[in-house]
């Protein structure tokens, strides 16, 4: 049969296989990569097709099929075939593909030139169509205003069928503009569009618009709706954004809930973005091994579309660990990752990592890689990182200089702690004037959170300074302050401050205040500066040692038979008294500060003493509790979650041991002696941490059940019988 069709045929025929043309391509359009050959749509409009022996129609109608699965050029290549003296009204048939099928390929121009050919075509039965497909390709463009008007176009053409995509497609396009309001009266509008047949998306996509304005009760309402309601796409993907409000809300039990429907729903095909989203909720309530699982799990999972942002958060979850190796090896996965458009925050992390880790050089490295990357909006925070690596390695003078870029840098949201850093690296550097002055600035930024700890700094500037009448009146500020974390610091130095003055009364009634503080354990600063003589009359009561040097008198002052090693030392605790601790005893002691570094604490207390008890991962006293059925990873999630970490500054390399921890040493010696052993392990420190009573590692254990006679009791069938024998332990020396 020739392509030219006789008058009195072809209008009947034109409009027929449009019908069935247009029938299939809606079948098409919901079914996408599964659009088969053997859809009833398909196989109807291909036979009509055949019937008129018009080979260009059914080529029209497989690349149809084929552009929606995504095979653009042979899509592209098929309608190639299609040119061939046919109707104006089935040339806009093939123009309308053509242009579906070059912007499937992100060639826009060409696919605006073609659906316009199709509008422009009078003939075209369409037009409504091929307008809302030239907004898209205007949208996919970035042009969203000439986008915005070929969705109203589409609107306003008469007979269009299907309004509701183009309402949806117009609210898409107000919300990528920012304006939500707007973008949100279109998919209601959309929702009020009679026979859509993906009502379930419409609810999806105003869930959408309803939590970027930020409205999150609203936005699961919508998103309850869509799930229930049918859709092209079923529930799998409002289940998971579902989950993301959830999270915005704070209700994670909820969200991970979502996150688990959403991966259990049949034919979700979005799975490691679900993964990624759980991790996220699991790492953010706390559930840091189940986070990293998910993210791991996100990362094997095949269509995982952003990579690099799950090795990032991976890292994150992994440096929260302590596993900081690992961490290291995920953000350089993560700016290793194609198309990755974060790299400016990795390398900012990455140098937290190594901070952490105490590689300074490499830290500051990655420190001025994330503050040289093109868009990086965290520079003022990095410029304040570099400031903080530079000081922990001596370059005073660069770091006062990286604080203040830091200050300089617009839209740096902590300006308080850099100013409060400023005032420590001139302290430091003996400009006090300066220091002050920064300390101030500290201060009066709204919000601070630490202007307690920023007075007394002012109080050790001006008190070094030798101004001790200011001194003592800002000592006091920063004990008037509610919640201060320094509270013992303060009575301490206001102490210090008194006795300077020659009023010992007042000194000891302060240092005696000090030790009347309750804290954790009570942080108690070391400071390499602070040597106070202490007075011969203070008969029986105790300068805390971490303000008491070596060389200072300390006649009149009593000392129980073990004294804490100064927080200044490292690697093997020089007291005497530790002699008769074995190795392993003596590195529990060491990796109590380390434990309190990675917390960030300026003290080591009883926690940080169990925590390397745990650390160390074996020893009596290990083997006691494992025994006692103690699961000892529960023990450090308690002591972690109790006692928190500090604020994000640089904290001592030796953190001072407390008063607790001296007195639980006292009585680890004494419980070596009631078991007539010449040596205390691990085993006497855990007894020493039990009969102390009051510190949090005692209520801690007690809390789990840990008594300390059954403890005793576990501790001597491990040694055996000869109480005498110091056991394994003795070996560790």
């Not at 806009?92 to 050919?117: P, Q, Y």
């Not at 973008?183 to 929702?191: D, F, G, N, W």
């Not at 990293?292 to 579309?305: S, V, W």
């Not at 971490?546 to 200044?568: D, H, K, T």
Request: hydrophobic fraction near 40%.
């Amino acid at each position: 049969m020739s392509h030219e069709l006789s008058k009195s045929e072809a209008p009947e025929l034109e409009a027929e296989f449009s019908r069935l043309f247009w029938a299939a391509r809606r079948e098409h359009n919901r079914l996408r990569k599964k659009a088969a050959t053997n859809d009833p749509a398909y196989r109807s409009a291909v036979t009509f097709a055949k019937a008129q022996e018009w080979k260009w129609a059914e080529d029209l109608i497989e690349a149809s099929r084929l552009e929606c699965a995504g095979e653009h050029e042979l899509a592209l290549k098929i309608l190639a075939e299609c040119e061939v003296p046919i109707s104006k009204r089935h040339q806009s048939l093939v123009l309308f593909m053509r242009g579906t099928a070059l912007a499937g390929k992100g060639e826009w121009d060409g696919a605006i030139n073609a659906f316009r050919n199709a509008i422009n075509t009078p003939e075209c039965d369409n037009i409504g169509g091929a307008w809302n497909n030239l907004g898209n390709t205007y949208a996919a463009k970035g042009d969203l205003d000439q986008a915005v008007k070929a969705f109203s176009q589409a609107l306003n053409t008469p007979g269009y069928d299907t309004p509701a995509v183009a309402w949806n497609n117009l609210g898409n396009t107000y919300a990528a503009k920012g304006e939500l309001d707007e973008a949100i009266s279109a998919y209601r509008k959309a929702l009020e569009m009679p026979g859509d047949d993906n009502i379930g998306g419409r609810w999806f996509a105003l869930g959408t618009g309803l939590q970027a304005k930020g409205e999150l009760d609203q936005a699961i309402e919508a998103y309850r709706k869509a799930i229930v309601t049918p859709g092209r796409d079923g529930p799998g993907h409002a289940w998971e954004r579902l989950a993301t409000a959830l999270q915005a809300k704070g209700d994670l039990e909820e969200a991970v809930k979502s996150y688990r429907k959403a991966l259990d729903t049949p034919g979700y095909d979005d799975l490691g973005c679900a993964w990624h989203g759980l991790a996220t909720a699991l790492q953010t309530a706390g559930d840091v091994d189940g986070a990293i699982k998910a993210y791991r799990t996100a990362l094997n999972h095949p269509g995982r579309a952003y990579p690099g942002h799950t090795w990032h958060s991976l890292a994150t979850a992994l440096q929260a660990k302590g596993e900081l190796e690992k961490a290291v090896e995920a953000y350089r996965k993560a700016l290793d990752s194609p198309g990755y458009d974060h790299p400016g925050q990795a390398w900012h992390d990455l140098g937290t990592a190594f901070e952490a880790k105490g590689e300074l050089d490499q830290a500051i490295e990655a420190y001025h890689k994330a503050i040289d990357t093109p868009g990086f909006n965290g520079v003022g925070r990095a410029w304040y990182n570099l400031g903080k690596a530079l000081q922990a390695k001596g370059g005073l003078d660069e770091a006062v200089k990286a604080y203040r870029q830091a200050l300089d840098t617009p839209g740096y949201d902590h300006p308080a702690y850099a100013w409060h850093a400023l005032g420590y690296a001139l302290q430091a550097r003996d400009e006090l004037d300066q220091a002050i002055e920064a300390y101030h600035k500290a201060i009066n930024t709204p919000g601070y959170g630490h202007v307690g700890r920023a007075w007394y700094d002012v109080g050790n500037a001006l008190q070094a300074n030798g101004e001790l009448d200011q001194a003592i009146e800002i000592y006091r500020k920063a004990l008037d302050m509610p919640g201060s974390d320094y509270r013992i610091c303060a009575w301490l130095k206001l102490g210090m401050a008194f006795h300077a003055k020659g009023d010992l009364d007042q000194a000891l009634k302060a240092w005696k205040k000090a030790t009347e503080t309750r804290g954790s354990d009570g942080p108690v600063e070391s400071d390499d500066n602070a040597r106070p003589l202490v007075p011969l009359d203070m008969k029986n009561f105790e300068v805390p040692r971490s303000l008491v040097g070596a060389e200072s008198p300390q006649a009149g002052i009593s000392s129980p038979s073990f004294s804490m090693p100064m927080a200044r030392s490292s690697g093997p605790m020089p007291d005497e008294s530790l002699n008769s601790f074995t190795t392993r005893a003596q590195r529990v002691l060491a990796l109590a500060r380390e434990e309190a570094v990675r917390l960030k604490h300026y003290f080591a207390g009883t926690e940080h003493v169990l925590l390397g008890l745990i650390s160390l991962g074996q020893g009596v006293a290990v083997s006691a509790l494992g025994k006692l059925g103690v699961n000892l990873a529960n023990v450090r999630e308690t002591v972690e979650k109790g006692v928190g970490t500090g604020p994000d500054q640089r904290v001592t390399r030796n953190p001072t041991f407390t008063p607790r921890v001296k007195k639980a040493m006292s009585l680890a010696v004494k419980e070596a002696k009631t078991m007539n052993h010449a040596y205390v392990g691990t085993e006497h420190i855990l007894l020493g941490l039990l009969r102390e009573g009051d510190g949090v590692a005692a209520r801690v254990l007690k809390d789990l059940g840990v008594d300390i006679e059954k403890t005793r009791l576990e501790i001597l069938k491990e040694l055996g019988s000869n109480f005498g024998s110091p056991g394994d332990e003795s070996q560790a020396h």
